[in-house]
Every structure is written in structure tokens, then in C-alpha cells.
């Protein structure tokens, strides 16, 4: 990897995200804002330094975000199917970590819904992985950066999010590559989540 002041930028971004998000999720009563405010930060790297693809119609990428968004959610419905089977005393661990963290309140889902998902996809796989192209395969660049994020999850102590995080990743990542829309990326994303809190709870 050639050392530059754009590998300077990316690896202190990284470093800034994880140490935040090692605070954030200690800090459980300011959580939401703190972890907002690591997106909004992420975010603003991303737009600074990155470069976002949209080479889709906008009804396109509204149709594949809704559909892949759904194929997410039934991928983790079923884990937690199969979870529940083998061993269900790991979903206490759901429950816990949607009790300490699980939006509850119109506030906290507005941020998830505008910020928090918009600036995971911006950062994650429209900053992070592009820049790992440079040294990396496309296929090698979209692992990593599904590792990394999910690592931000696994920081809470939260095994089976962090899990599903690296699925979401994936999914994503390749998704990204294959059909060069950040807005179709973002919807999906936001399909996922509003199925998953708001419209068909896993609990």
C-alpha cells in the first residue's frame, strides 16, 4: 500500500470512526447523539473526499432498494428463526442490545432514518471501500470494508448484530459495485431498517 496524504486521510478516518464508537457505545445515555455525530463526521469525509456513483434511473434504484432491502430483512428474520431454534438464549442478547440501544422514540428513529443510514453508506461503501480499490480487487476491498463494519458493531459486545452487519455488508458492498448507485445502496438500507423497527420487529 503506497503511503500518501489520501492514505493518511483514510486510515485516520477509520481510526476516528472505531474510537468513537468504542466511546459511543459505552456512553448509553448520550448513545444516539454521540452516534450521530460520528456518522455526521463520517459523512462529511465521505462527501470531501470521496466520489459517489448514480448510473441508475431513479425508479430503478427505488424498485432494486425496495426488493433488496426485503431480501436483507427475510435473510435476518430467517437467522433469527434458525437462532431461536438452536439456541435461543442468545436472543436475550437482541433483546438486551435493543433495550440499551434500540431507537425508542420519534427523535431516534428521524436520525436513524436521515442520518445515521445515509451516513453508514456514504462513509462504509462510498468512501472506505472506493478508496481501498486503489490497492485492493474490488472483491478483496468489499470484504474488508463488510469486516470493518462490522466491527463497529461487534464493539457493543452485540454477536449476532455484528453478524448480521457483515451479511449487510456484503450484500451491500457488492451491490454497490454491481450496479454503481449510492442511492439505490441508501434505500435498501432504509428499507431494511424501517421492515426491521418499525414495520415487522423481529421481537
Do not use: C
Not at 463520517?42 to 456513483?53: E, N, Q, V
Not at 427505488?62 to 436472543?91: C, D, F, H, Q, W
Amino acid at each position: 500500500m503506497k503511503f500518501s496524504k489520501q492514505t493518511l486521510v483514510l486510515l485516520l478516518s477509520i481510526f476516528f470512526v472505531i474510537i468513537m464508537l468504542f466511546y459511543t457505545f459505552e456512553e448509553t445515555t448520550i448513545f444516539w447523539y454521540l452516534y450521530t455525530f460520528t456518522l455526521l463526521v463520517g459523512m462529511a469525509i465521505a462527501m470531501l473526499a470521496g466520489k459517489f456513483d448514480d448510473e441508475l434511473p431513479t425508479w430503478k434504484y427505488l424498485i432494486l432498494g425496495i426488493g433488496y432491502g426485503t431480501i436483507l430483512y427475510a435473510i435476518v428474520r430467517l437467522g433469527n428463526i434458525i437462532v431461536s431454534k438452536v439456541e435461543p438464549g442468545m436472543l436475550k442478547t437482541v433483546s438486551k442490545f435493543l433495550e440499551t440501544y434500540g431507537p425508542n422514540n420519534i427523535w431516534h428513529y428521524l436520525l436513524l432514518i436521515f442520518i445515521i443510514v445515509v451516513g453508514e453508506e456514504l462513509f462504509w461503501r462510498g468512501y472506505v471501500q472506493q478508496q481501498l480499490k486503489q490497492w485492493f480487487t474490488p472483491i478483496v476491498a468489499v470484504v474488508f470494508t463488510s469486516v470493518l463494519f462490522a466491527l463497529s458493531v461487534a464493539i457493543s459486545g452485540f454477536v449476532l448484530g455484528a453478524i448480521a452487519a457483515l451479511i449487510a455488508g456484503l450484500m451491500w458492498g457488492f451491490l454497490y459495485e454491481w450496479k454503481k448507485s449510492m442511492p439505490l445502496i441508501i434505500v435498501a438500507h432504509e428499507v431494511f431498517i424501517l421492515l426491521l423497527f418499525m414495520i415487522i420487529p423481529l421481537n
